[in-house]
């Protein structure tokens, strides 16, 4: 199975620093193939888990800074206890974040995708900036996963690998946790450590949710988003 890079640009957006701020992706998707993908993570140390709560959001209160959108193109709401992303354009996802400052952090999310592309990404992100830089911590029901660092919206691979299908729960909730802990990126999927890497070039900045619709080109991307929390040292 081949891995997945995501080329994304977007124009720049104006900041609110208290308010989420939906970004459109354009994504244009490359197949790279692989003769011998990873099917089981590198052993490394997990991260010791951070104690002090910087954020909490069971989205159930609309007011708790998450965009709020209806268009042809997608949708952005709270809806259920749940913050829903609907993208119905097959060539553009959308990157969500809160203008914080963060430095330190690691965020958690339940993520559920209901439809559309099995290759289609699912992420957070830290340290992001109105710039488009950020980091992110993405993976698809197809099983592949990574950490990506964007850079005017558009993402380079720091590393990637697939799974064995099992360890996703295909259509049901995964939990995803992205840590950002100085110049060490840890991502972990439904508790198990998956990728750590090296990257220094960011260092503080808001948090984010991703929605990449994939290639299939099939309308209709929906996933919701269920209790994050954001912690620090």
Same mark, same amino acid.
Request: glycine residues 8%.
């Given at each position: 199975m081949g891995f997945i890079v995501y080329s994304v640009f977007t124009g720049i957006k104006s900041s609110n620093l208290n308010s989420a701020i939906p970004t459109d992706v354009s994504a244009v998707f490359t197949q790279v193939p692989t003769d011998t993908p990873t099917l &089981?993570?590198?052993?490394?140390d997990t991260p010791a888990p951070f104690n002090k709560t910087l954020l909490k959001d069971n989205f159930t !209160?609309?007011?708790?800074?998450?965009?709020?959108?209806?268009?042809? !193109? #997608?949708t952005?709401?709270?809806?259920n206890g749940t913050y829903?992303?609907?993208? !119905?354009?097959?060539? !553009?996802?959308?990157?969500v974040y809160l203008g914080k400052n963060f430095?330190? &952090?690691?965020?958690?999310?339940?993520?559920?995708q209901t439809a559309g &592309?099995?290759? @289609?990404?699912? @992420?957070?992100a830290c340290r992001v900036t109105d710039t488009g830089s950020l980091y992110s911590f993405e993976f698809s029901?197809?099983?592949?996963?990574?950490? #990506?660092? #964007?850079?005017?919206?558009?993402?380079?691979?720091?590393d990637e690998g697939t799974l064995d299908p099992n360890t996703i729960s295909e259509g049901k909730i995964n939990q995803l946790v992205g840590v950002c802990d100085g110049p060490t990126l840890t991502l972990l999927l439904n508790g198990q450590p998956l990728l750590q890497v090296q990257d220094s070039d960011?260092?503080?900045g808001g948090i984010g949710l991703i929605a990449l619709p994939g290639t299939g080109n099939a309308p209709g991307f929906d996933i919701q988003l269920s209790q994050l929390l954001v912690k620090g040292p």
């Open positions: &089981a993570p590198t052993p490394f !209160n609309p007011s708790s800074g998450w965009d709020k959108a209806h268009t042809s !193109n #997608y952005l709401e709270y809806k829903h992303i609907l993208i !119905n354009d097959p060539q !553009n996802g959308q990157i430095t330190d &952090a690691s965020i958690q999310v339940g993520i559920q &592309a099995d290759d @289609g990404h699912l @992420g957070v029901q197809d099983v592949t996963y990574g950490i #990506y660092k #964007y850079t005017n919206w558009s993402s380079d691979t720091l960011y260092t503080s």
